[in-house]
């Protein structure tokens, strides 16, 4: 999910294009199979990053790069920079000698190697993974189709139940179990959408968010909406998002310090992507966004933070599919647009059902939001008024759900 300073904040600016200029101010001459090859001119665009090519410059990198398990395109692309003029200039015929040398064997199982990794041996974050996917596919069907507050409200007026909020628990593991993958690169990879430093703990900060939000708006159901206990969950869902928007905004000072770029606004699209369509998904990405900050907010419904919880977890996983070469760059921009609009589809389901259109009124809001982050308006001076007025004047003026 597009995670950026935003969700929080963010630029200003949301029509900067990603650069394309891939090169580095230091050498990255590695040595692999008994061959050597400049990668200075690529570091930038390696889906490791850069960091781990400086660290075997001038080094051999043999069993480093066996340990990867790369693809066949790896060992051809490799070739490509090789620099031994007595080496073969067949492309080929360099990969035949990888292979051999460095003794992995292609197979059709290899795809086994680069999903099950050594960074995980007990396979927690996988198995996390795989019940989200089918939790998040259980509760969409619920919303659409069934129980507009997917199972965590009151399931037919017979009291909530308890697993809702326990269903919760894989997908705060899910995103913390992902700081186990050291070989996350602390820069960005230039040309694809694959996950760096600062962008895994935006995931995590903004989906920790949204599961707090869920969880408070699960117990004011529970509790019956008692008076004490709604305010005090409003208090706690809406303070989350001021806490999420500071540590977003300390993550992004320590990871990445020396760099304007959010998360969202320089995304690499595909090759062939207009500049008009790259355009039109950064300013869909980022109206959905501060939709997805004001589901958390207003606490209407307690399955709303859980719905905008897919495109952040989501986004994560399709990155690492990119990075494994399962997904494309233009695979991975069509999946995360399809899951920020499914929490559309949910609100305007709910608003069809209630008849209430007080829907609308968040979209509105969410676009006059927008439109001020554009015009350079400081994130906390948009966030801070409104959450202030959020827990000050309580369900004055909101229609919460009392399923």
Not at 96 to 110: Q, S, V, Y
Not at 297 to 321: E, G, H
Request: with cysteine.
């Amino acid at each position: 999910m597009a995670i950026a300073a935003e969700y929080g904040g963010g630029q200003s600016r949301f029509d900067r294009v990603a650069p394309t200029k891939k090169h580095v101010d230091y050498e990255c001459v590695l040595t692999i199979a008994g061959r050597k090859y400049d990668l200075s001119s690529w570091a930038k665009a390696h889906p490791g990053g850069a960091a781990i090519l400086r660290k075997y410059n001038g080094l051999d990198a043999t069993n480093a790069f066996q340990r990867v398990g790369h693809s066949p395109y790896a060992y051809k692309l490799l070739n490509s920079f090789a620099i031994d003029e007595h080496y073969s200039k067949d492309p080929l015929q360099k990969a035949d000698h990888l292979e051999t040398k460095i003794g992995i064997e292609l197979t059709r199982g290899a795809w086994r190697k680069k999903l099950f990794t050594r960074e995980d041996p007990q396979n927690i974050h996988k198995s996390c993974g795989l019940f989200v996917l089918l939790h998040f596919a259980y509760r969409y069907y619920q919303m659409v189709f069934g129980d507009i507050s997917g199972g965590f409200g009151r399931n037919a007026g017979n009291g909530a139940s308890v697993t809702p909020i326990l269903c919760l628990i894989p997908h705060a593991l899910l995103s913390l179990s992902s700081l186990i993958f050291h070989s996350v690169p602390k820069e960005r990879v230039v040309g694809l959408p694959m996950i760096w430093q600062e962008f895994r703990m935006h995931s995590i900060i903004f989906a920790l968010r949204s599961i707090v939000s869920t969880a408070c708006g699960w117990i004011s159901v529970y509790f019956n909406h008692d008076p004490l206990i709604r305010k005090a969950t409003v208090a706690i869902s809406s303070g989350s998002i001021l806490v999420s928007i500071y540590f977003a905004e300390e993550a992004t000072k320590k990871l990445c310090p020396s760099s304007p770029e959010s998360t969202t606004a320089t995304m690499p699209y595909w090759q062939d992507c207009s500049l008009t369509t790259q355009r039109r998904f950064k300013t869909f990405y980022a109206y959905c966004q501060f939709l997805a900050t004001l589901a958390c907010l207003s606490m209407t419904n307690p399955a709303w933070p859980f719905a905008v919880l897919l495109p952040i977890q989501l986004a994560a996983f399709l990155m690492t599919m990119v990075r494994k070469g399962f997904l494309s760059s233009k695979g991975y921009h069509v999946l995360y647009t399809a899951s920020l609009i499914m929490p559309f589809v949910v609100a305007i389901r709910r608003m069809c059902q209630t008849r209430n259109p007080d829907v609308m009124a968040l979209f509105v809001v969410g676009l006059a939001l927008y439109r001020l982050r554009c015009m350079g308006f400081d994130k906390y001076y948009l966030w801070v008024p409104l959450v202030v007025a959020r827990v000050w004047l309580g369900d004055k003026y909101i229609v919460y759900d009392r399923y």
